[in-house]
């Protein structure tokens, strides 16, 4: 069993609310010893020791919603592939969406993604299964069986499920497996055509706008639902100021509520889009400055829990075309704690809360390994250099895909090492 030990590093653990000096001791797959008390324990025999001065140590982020084209869109996106890209993004963990072809809707759909991921992936990859079969919002899948097989979490990926009767049903379902609904909500007949944020922008470029309502509508419906349930239930994307208010007002009613919002909206506003850049084609699309502020203090004071990459890969054929006829989506893997840092670096989010939303809050929330540096926990962990300034460049992208929303972009905060059950997985 090799040994490793990461010594006087700025160890960062939400799962123990410690922010400190200290060394982390990783022996085989395991998290032997983590945080000051550590520092004057001693090598053992023929560790490797790695001095981490001025650099940060944090759990291997958890990013619950990851689309990935395998099966049937590998040209976009293969499980393998994604887990590169997460590795070189300091993701140990990611929940894939199973907005696939065919959809993840059934155990052998289930089995394969987990097969493959065991055969092929350098991190940890969790299916999600569809709520309904097909996504088509009609008829529910076997929440039973896909769980039991391994689905972490149920879902419709990108679409968002109208009939009120079947959410309901999903919710009852759901509870009473233990398992999490997780819900992306936009009404359809608002957003009718709509390809950005309503508004003074949209008018300017003569694009069709999405309202904020048509987000919050079916918000609203799905909270109710979660209070007559007692479901778990999950906010997948919010992104706007009057959603926020509607996930305090039910988390202040006790309800069983949890919120994420995908780091394009939080790091990004409408203005970003300039002259028809179609990679700042997203859904949600990007909202006016003042709901990316709303969701940053929403994300300070813990109304909404976790912060997404939202990793949807499209290829040139999808993204290379007038605004309104281009694909929604970017990747994200690769830029999510970069991205995020600016939060920290500006002073506007705490670190520590900023690391609990990208590892901790998510692993607790779907329930699964990691989000800690906990003596006895699967050493899955990320070295940082909190400072080093870099430029995201198209070459340097691991995806299959390069459409990202940050090319050129400015970033402060390296990832260095990325370390998956004690294997190390990426290194810069």
Request: aromatic fraction near 4%; glycine fraction near 8%; proline fraction near 4%.
């Amino acid at each position: 069993m090799s040994v490793t030990v990461f010594h006087n590093a700025r160890i960062v653990d939400p799962s123990r609310g410690i922010d400190e000096i200290g060394s982390v001791v990783v022996n085989g797959k395991r998290i032997e010893a983590a945080g000051s008390s550590a520092l004057n324990q001693g090598v053992p025999d023929g560790a490797t020791i790695i001095d981490c001065t001025g650099k940060l140590i944090v759990p291997g982020l958890v990013d619950t919603r990851v689309f990935i084209g395998e099966p049937g869109g590998e040209h976009r996106e293969t499980i393998a592939s994604a887990s590169i890209a997460a590795a070189a993004g300091g993701v140990t963990s990611i929940v894939m969406m199973p907005d696939t072809e065919p959809t993840i809707d059934d155990i052998a759909l289930v089995e394969f993604v987990l097969r493959t991921a065991r055969e092929t992936a350098c991190v940890n990859v969790f299916p999600a299964a569809a709520i309904t079969k097909g996504l088509s919002g009609r008829e529910m899948t076997e929440f039973g069986l896909l769980h039991e097989a391994g689905a972490v979490a149920f879902t419709d990926g990108r679409h968002t499920i109208a009939n009120s009767m079947v959410m309901r049903r999903a919710l009852t379902y759901a509870r009473d497996f233990g398992a999490v609904i997780a819900h992306e909500t936009q009404d359809v007949d608002l957003a009718s055509s709509g390809v950005i944020n309503e508004g003074l922008y949209a008018s300017w470029l003569g694009l069709p706008g999405i309202p904020r309502e048509a987000e919050l509508i079916p918000l609203e419906r799905d909270l109710a639902l979660a209070r007559l349930t007692g479901g778990a239930y999950h906010a997948a994307k919010i992104s706007t100021a009057m959603a926020t208010d509607a996930v305090k007002r039910a988390k202040n009613d006790n309800a069983n509520i949890t919120a994420g919002l995908a780091i394009h909206n939080l790091a990004l506003n409408e203005n970003d889009v300039g002259e028809y850049r179609t990679f700042f084609r997203l859904a949600p699309p990007l909202r006016a400055e003042e709901d990316r502020t709303a969701m940053i203090e929403a994300l300070k004071d813990g109304t909404v829990d976790i912060v997404v990459s939202s990793h949807d890969p499209q290829d040139v054929d999808t993204k290379r075309l007038p605004f309104a006829d281009a694909a929604a989506g970017a990747i994200g893997l690769e830029t999510l704690l970069s991205a995020a840092l600016r939060l920290y670096h500006n002073g506007d989010v705490p670190l520590l809360r900023l690391i609990d939303a990208l590892s901790t809050a998510p692993a607790r929330i779907f329930g699964l390994p990691g989000g800690t540096l906990r003596p006895g926990a699967v050493a899955d962990l990320v070295l940082v250099d909190l400072d080093m300034p870099w430029i995201v460049s198209e070459a340097e992208i691991r995806s299959r895909s390069k459409n990202t929303c940050f090319e050129g972009a400015r970033l402060q905060g390296r990832i260095l090492q990325t370390m998956v059950a004690g294997r190390t997985v990426f290194s810069d």
